[in-house]
């Protein structure tokens, strides 16, 4: 068994091999190093452009996550459920990736409830809705972020977005 630590997380995954995404935030394979020779980055001073990046961040992931926490308890298709529900977790795990960026403590629960429409449908469209516009803000915010740890963030969520944006497309 090997332990592995994400650059974008920094949470630790056991298993026999380089897992393809995070299990906590979703990034990628690249972003996953050998527990040994992971460092963590620590931001000395931020922009004002990036400070406030990041704090609307926090504010589009709570909601995204209360949103697919209502999605997933009102779904009727079990494996879109699931998909709402994991969702939830990872855009709940950001806000934590991002306090923590900030230096800011820990949110309290993130059991919060967001709203959201009564049929799977409408919810995956609205999920197509919110990940293209967080897609957006994430792509921007890396370019005009001058910090570098930062921008690797700030490309990494914009990914994992993307991902998050095929999964509610492909379920449609």
């Not at 690249?30 to 931001?43: A, D, F, G, P, T």
Request: aromatic share 6%; with cysteine.
């Amino acid at each position: 068994m090997k332990i592995y630590r994400c650059r974008i997380c920094d949470q630790a995954y056991v298993g026999t091999r380089k897992p393809a995404n995070c299990a906590f935030c979703g990034a990628p394979e690249k972003y996953m190093v050998l527990s040994k020779n992971w460092k963590e980055e620590m931001i000395s001073t931020l922009t004002d452009v990036s400070e406030k990046h990041l704090k609307s961040a926090i504010d589009i992931e709570i909601e995204c996550s209360g949103f697919y926490r209502c999605a997933s308890r009102v779904a009727h298709d079990e494996e879109v459920k699931a998909m709402f529900c994991a969702l939830a977790k990872v855009e709940a795990e950001h806000v934590t990736t991002i306090r923590r960026m900030l230096g800011l403590p820990r949110a309290g629960s993130m059991e919060h409830e967001g709203r959201c429409y009564p049929t799977d449908a409408q919810n995956l469209a609205e999920a197509r809705r919110k990940e293209e516009l967080t897609v957006s803000f994430y792509d921007e915010a890396a370019r005009q972020a001058s910090e570098k740890r930062v921008r690797e963030v700030l490309v990494a969520l914009a990914e994992i977005e993307r991902d998050h944006l095929a999964m509610s497309s492909r379920k449609h």
